[in-house]
């Protein structure tokens, strides 16, 4: 993502266009480059502002690398406002309230000559920058009038660009499905509740965590998600009257059913009885105690969510951030309007900065008046689905109501962190669906061979949280068990399958239909749910698992290059999984940093070989001392990991040595991402209310019939949508030889790792080029900027 795009976590708003129109530009005399018309020595001043947030540094040096044809110098304002009126280091700090401090500001921009500003902050920062722009004009006639600048110096100055970028751990900016540093807020929290989950199974303890969240309840209500917890409290829907006596008879039928532990998640601005109080000092403790007799221990988070290592996501959203706001400015003119850089699904996009801070102003006022269905409304579909999933799977037991009908779940292919969080809402959500629920275990194989076994709620009460899977996988196609297969789906009873898992997931999917033809027992609705760390499902832009393989080699690269610290110049050369698919190199080449990143989609020869190599022993014998080149494990059948080594090894005699890690498959181990537990409960529930409608549809007389191609579908993220697609039309979208889509967002991605590497790479600015238009350009290393 995000990012994870980050698919898992948006809100959805209605906005004017989703981008501005670029604005045309004369032809170039040097072709491609529009070298005359954006200006000489035109300089962007970035400033970061409001509470601190994970990644929001990121956009920085990424701003300062877009090469522009006038290579424009890039001065970095630091402390919000600070830095502009005096001078200060970059930082961050609320301020720029006053016309007094709005007024130095201006003289010191003027005095620089700087008409293009990037904010990175919250909606209290955007709106203030954009207060600035507006009184631009004034300010410089006041301050040319008293002499603090000259006549050059304002008509030099006599128009000021603003572009924002929202930094909010808080996720509560509308326009945008995810703020910097919210995904990096995310994990600081879960490693602390499953921490702490440790020790409360021990004990048979109750926790209550409070995490941040003033005005909203996002990072609460993703942690309940993410970890099962039993009560959230959020801002925007306060609990009724009788949330006491309800809260207690949950944590009492919890423990009744065998579970050692309860969690209640707490955000900082929740209310409660909707009267607008605070909760104060926290009353849930003496509640739990007084009324149950529970251990109880109470946990402030507190700033600790602010800190720590930008996850992977937060790297990548920063940087595309940075990217698109220099595309911005180098494109903007004296009319074009304040813009905000947002995320929308898997693109960054410019929208309305005032519209979007509108919006969320709304959603406060909407809490202050008490109207919180409008507030929950507001804050986008997607943080209603995440609240309805959550009262869904945080019910006690399923309802006593019997659909009368069988579904079973089984997991295809390669483990991956996230299958069993889809696994747990399956199985609930079918629960509450009145279905009965078969767990099958080591995928088609295990149904062949009848290893299958009816799953309650409980089984799957804390399966969030944990990596691989729990029912078991394997990569056995079913084509060669039909008739296995076929006997025990009529044995037990199965009226629907959902297959969770990858690439052979989809295949045994495909395989399923063309069965039907020749055994009737296939003829039941089927649901495939990508989850796999390669991300080579067609018809999805992400899969359940690669967040958190992704978050793991961008931990390891860190951890590598630090060991170089102190020592002399090296270079990395690491090899990652994916099979054919370049997904995890280059996302990780991306969040770590890489100089080079090799992949099977993108081919590169000899010469592009050498050519890299040149360049990173350029950047050797300056400053540098650490260089990183990954390699998907399939890329090249010739150039391999050990010749890539070889050769790095050999032309950099002197300036540098190399080392080589192959990552192997710790990347499919290790506990979920917040983002894959979160993708895959919402994933799992969504798969389960499609299947419902789908008996329903196809039952007649008690008896399911379907053999349409719509029955048998493959659910999958495309940009901002889950949509479920026939597995036969996905057909045509698939390179089956190299187990790939044919066509892969991601791949327009692929010039900003080049950027940030500071290849001289061409960028074209004209109304109808942009950064996908760089796809399809053979991108060739030049000499280092």
Known sequence: PPIPGNPGFSSD??????SPPRPKMPPSPEGSRHTETLGVGKAIAVLTSGGDAQGKGTPTPQISRIPNPRDPKIPGIQNPVLGMTLGGILGSRRDFRTREGRLRAARNLAKRGITNLCVIGGDGSLTGADTFRAEWGGLLAELLKTGGITAEEAQRSSYLNIVGMVGSIDNDFCGTDMTIGTDSA???IMEIVDAITTTAQSHQRTFV?????????????????????????IPESPPKDDWEE???????????????LNIIIVAEGAIDNGDGGTRGNNPFSPLVVKRLGYDT????????QRGGTPSAFDRILASRMGVEAVMAL?????DTPACVVSLSGNQAVRLPLMECVQVTKDVTTAMNEGRFEDAVKLRG???????????????IRPPATKSGYTVAVMNVGAPAAGMNAAVRATVRIGLIHGHRMLAVHDGFEGLAFGMVEEIGWNAVGSWTGLGGSKLGTKRTLPKKYFEEISANISKFGIHALIIIGGFEAFMGGMELVEGRARFEELCIPMCIVPATVSNNVPGSDFSIGADTALNTITTTCDLIKQSAAGTKRRVFIIETMGGFCGYLATMAGLAAGADAAYIFEEPFSSRDLQ???DHLTEKMKTTVKRGLVLRNERCNENYTTDFIYNLYSEEGKGVFDCRKNVLGHMQQGGSPTPFDRNFGTKMGAKAVAWITGKIKECSRHGRIFANTADSACLLGMRKRSLVFQPIAELRQQTDFEHRIPKEQWWLRLRPILKILAKYNTELDTSETAHLEHLTRKVLVPEAPL
């Open 13 to 18: 708003f209605s906005f004017p266009a989703p």
């Open 186 to 188: 995310l994990h600081r």
């Open 209 to 233: 965590l409070e995490v941040m969240g003033r005005h909203c309840g996002y990072l609460a209500l993703i942690t309940a998600l993410a970890c099962g917890a039993d009560w959230v409290f």
């Open 246 to 260: 309800h809260l207690c008879r949950r944590l009492a039928e919890t423990r009744d059913g065998g579970s050692r």
């Open 297 to 304: 221990r109470v946990t402030i988070l507190g700033h600790v």
């Open 330 to 334: 180098l494109e903007g003119t004296p």
């Open 381 to 395: 579909r997607s943080f209603q689905n995440n609240w309805n999933v959550y009262k869904l799977l945080a019910h």
């Open 611 to 613: 050519a890299n190599v």
